[in-house]
Nanobody, 125 residues
Framework: QVQLVESGGGLVQAGGSLVLSCTAS????????MGWFRQAPNDRQGVACI???????FYSDSAKGRFTISRDSAKNSMSLRMESLNPSDSGIYYC???????????????????WGQGTQVTVSS
């Protein structure tokens, strides 16, 4: 059973930065995608995803140029560096893993993924 533990959320002023981390255990395949999602009022939106096969990435339009996702395969961990944060980035951020290496499938659909419990990010204006 896949288990995901997030850390690194908090309160930051607009324009600031935060780093979120996620550590995974129980992944039985070498081919998978990991990613970050933000809980919006009506759904959970993919922010950034990365593939275990070649570290290829997928970013939402709002994340491009401001967020950077990276992976440490030795530690089964993943990080999201968020810069130039604004209040619309606030929300609960969830780590997810899908046992398929397609980053687009994970980030756009989110179906079939395992989820962490989330970490709160609050950006004050």
């Amino acid at each position: 059973q896949v288990q995901l533990v997030e850390s690194g959320g908090g309160l930051v002023q607009a324009g600031g930065s935060l780093v979120l981390s996620c550590t995974a255990s129980g992944i039985t395949s070498e081919n998978y995608a990991m990613g970050w999602f933000r809980q919006a009022p009506n759904d959970r939106q993919g922010v950034a995803c990365i593939s275990s096969v070649d570290d290829s990435t997928f970013y939402s339009d709002s994340a491009k140029g401001r967020f950077t996702i990276s992976r440490d395969s030795a530690k089964n961990s993943m990080s999201l560096r968020m810069e130039s944060l604004n209040p619309s980035d606030s929300g609960i951020y969830y780590c997810a893993v899908r046992l398929s290496p397609s980053t687009r499938t994970l980030c756009v659909r989110g179906s079939g993924a395992s989820w962490g419990q989330g970490t709160q990010v609050t950006v004050s204006s």
